[in-house]
């Protein structure tokens, strides 16, 4: 698998995803005859793709001894994304504890200020995941944020029925 879609699926979603893999291989062919500015596109181009797994992604990460401010930041963000898919994937499909565990996680990448995710996937899974840790600690004004975060990132693509259970749990959570 060269990509996974993590933008909307529209046409210009896919036109992205489609835009992302051309600048892959073309930082990927550089790269391998040893432009060093190539090495890093190569290597955020992959990590946007979702290539590489943390472990690894930390590891080539050390490569890059001087970036720029702006190479860094975007770096950071991308990184949080692989994070987040690495939390999520210990996660078992029946494992409300672990779902906790993973939120709490979450709740302290947020109280350091770190990027919330940009791909879609990522984004979803950590906004849910956070949801159920809040939940869990009853905090109903942090779960209250969330949901309005999840509202205006996915809008009108929203599962009706998930956000029904959300408003839901936030009246329960508030003691309405």
Not at 26 to 50: H, T, V
Not at 84 to 100: F, H, L, R, W
Request: charge should be positive; hydrophobic fraction near 40%; aromatic fraction near 8%.
């Amino acid at each position: 698998m060269i990509t996974k879609h993590k933008g909307p699926r529209t046409v210009a979603g896919f036109e992205k995803s489609g835009q992302g893999v051309l600048a892959l291989y073309s930082a990927k062919a550089k790269a391998e005859k040893g432009d060093p500015k190539a090495k890093l596109q190569y290597f955020m181009a992959q990590l946007e793709m979702g290539q590489l797994k943390l472990e690894e992604a930390q590891k080539r990460l050390e490569e890059f001894k001087s970036l720029t401010a702006d190479e860094k930041k975007k770096i950071d963000a991308l990184m949080v994304d692989v994070e987040v898919m690495d939390i999520a994937s210990k996660v078992g499909k029946n494992d409300p504890a672990g779902a906790i565990a993973a939120g709490g996680k979450f709740h302290e990448m947020k109280k350091a200020g770190r990027p919330v995710p940009s791909g879609e996937e990522s984004a979803g899974i950590y906004w849910s995941l956070l949801m159920a840790y809040y939940e869990d600690q009853k905090d109903a004004a942090s779960y209250e944020a969330v949901l309005n975060s999840v509202k205006a990132r996915f809008g009108k693509n929203i599962n009706p029925g998930f956000l029904k259970r959300c408003e839901e749990t936030l009246k329960k959570l508030k003691g309405e």
